[in-house]
């Protein structure tokens, strides 16, 4: 079962409120909003997190630690993954289409999670030192990807 073929119970959607339409409507003069105020005007409301005045929670709290803006994320691939997948070379679409990596992520870090029992070309932008061996022990070969300058990866990114 999906979503999209799941039935609509009764009284679950709604007619939209048809504001401004005159007194007769329901809805006519102040749309709903009652008579002036903040929440009456366009654009007002008090804004998230804030608690009429008192000290918000979000001030109360301790605030630990802080998070790198230039920090560069990889998505890791286990070499017992790689074995299993049964692919000969492994590129970073091999891993897409093995289901293995998300299509949108960029950047793969192969670890030395498991054992590889034949020879694989694997291309990645970093290797774990025990991942490397493994795959050098089994007769494979490394073709370590450079970061940024990469036009595989942005071309595979541009066809999903």
């Known amino acids: 079962m999906k979503l999209h073929s799941l039935p609509a119970i009764d009284g679950s959607t709604h007619r939209h409120k048809r504001l401004g339409c005159g007194r007769g409507s329901g809805h006519g003069k102040t ?3 009652g008579h002036k105020g903040m929440k009456a005007r366009s654009g007002g409301g008090v804004r998230p997190g804030f608690e009429g005045g008192q000290m918000p929670l979000y001030r109360k709290l301790p605030h ?5 803006s230039n920090r560069v994320e990889f998505a890791v691939v286990n070499l017992s993954s790689i074995d299993k997948a049964g692919v000969a070379t492994v590129d970073r679409n091999a891993l897409v289409h093995a289901g293995l990596l998300r299509s949108s992520s960029t950047l793969i870090k192969v670890l030395g999670n498991g054992e590889i029992t034949r020879a694989v070309t694997v291309s990645a932008h970093k290797f774990s030192a025990s991942a490397k061996a493994k795959i050098e ?3 494979g070969k490394i073709v370590e ?4 300058t990469d036009t ?3 071309a595979a990114g541009a066809a999903a």
């Open 137 to 139: 022990k089994a007769g």
């Open 145 to 148: 990807l450079k970061i940024g």
């Open 64 to 68: 630990r630690g802080f998070n790198n």
């Open 31 to 33: 749309s709903g909003r």
């Open 152 to 154: 595989e990866a942005k």
